[in-house]
């Protein structure tokens, strides 16, 4: 696997790891509450998680397929990629961004 693709795999595995603990370590009833502002509850949240994880692995499968069929070269760079989306700033809770309504929980 390309040193890319591992970072990618282990950056990804931590964050699972991550959501998985607190997951678990979350009391059931907890999911279930409605935010005061019309936000998700704690299981839409994870619903459309799974829904965007999807949506992006099926996404990168066409891309990949479409760039190799393209006759895309071997990528032979080994600069991380993993920080690269930081810039979006998207723990920042202060900024809404809304969905498309087919990632809605």
């Known amino acids: 696997m390309h040193p890319n693709l591992e970072e990618?795999?282990?950056d990804l595995a931590r964050v699972r790891a991550e959501l998985?603990?607190?997951m678990a370590t979350t009391p059931a009833e907890k999911?279930?509450?409605q935010p005061r502002n019309g936000?998700?509850?704690g299981t839409?949240?994870?619903?459309?998680?799974?829904?965007v994880e999807g949506a992006a692995t099926k996404l990168l499968e066409g891309l990949f397929a479409k760039a190799?069929?393209?006759g895309m070269a071997m990528e032979t760079k080994t600069v991380s990629w993993v920080r690269s989306l930081d810039r979006f700033n998207v723990q920042d809770r202060a900024t809404k961004i809304n969905a498309p309504e087919r990632l809605f929980p």
Request: aromatic share 8%.
């Open 44 to 51: 839409g949240i994870i619903q459309h998680l799974g829904k």
């Open 68 to 70: 190799l069929a393209d």
């Open 8 to 10: 990618i795999a282990v």
């Open 31 to 33: 999911f279930e509450h």
């Open 39 to 41: 936000g998700w509850t």
């Open 20 to 22: 998985t603990k607190i």
